[in-house]
């Protein structure tokens, strides 16, 4: 059983615990890891996802549109 009380000293301030695994990096599996913080502890900050998703989407149709395939 995961002591939830536990912090390990790896942990900063600003760290929130995974909320998935408790902060152990466990996967539900033996010898598999969270695959929300893949395997940290820590919760993601996906906050700048969607803007780094859209510069790849772009980068690509602009590739596209020099190749020809894109009008």
Do not use: T
Not at 36 to 51: A, F, I, L, N, P
């Amino acid at each position: 059983m995961i002591d939830v009380n536990y912090i390990d000293e790896d942990f900063s301030d600003d760290d929130i615990i995974c909320p998935h695994c408790a902060g152990s990096g466990e996967g539900s599996h033996d010898g598999a890891i969270c695959g929300y913080c893949k395997g940290s502890g820590v919760e993601r900050d996906d906050s700048g996802r969607e803007d780094w998703e859209a510069s790849k989407a772009d980068q690509r149709n602009d590739e596209r549109k020099l190749a020809g395939e894109l009008e």
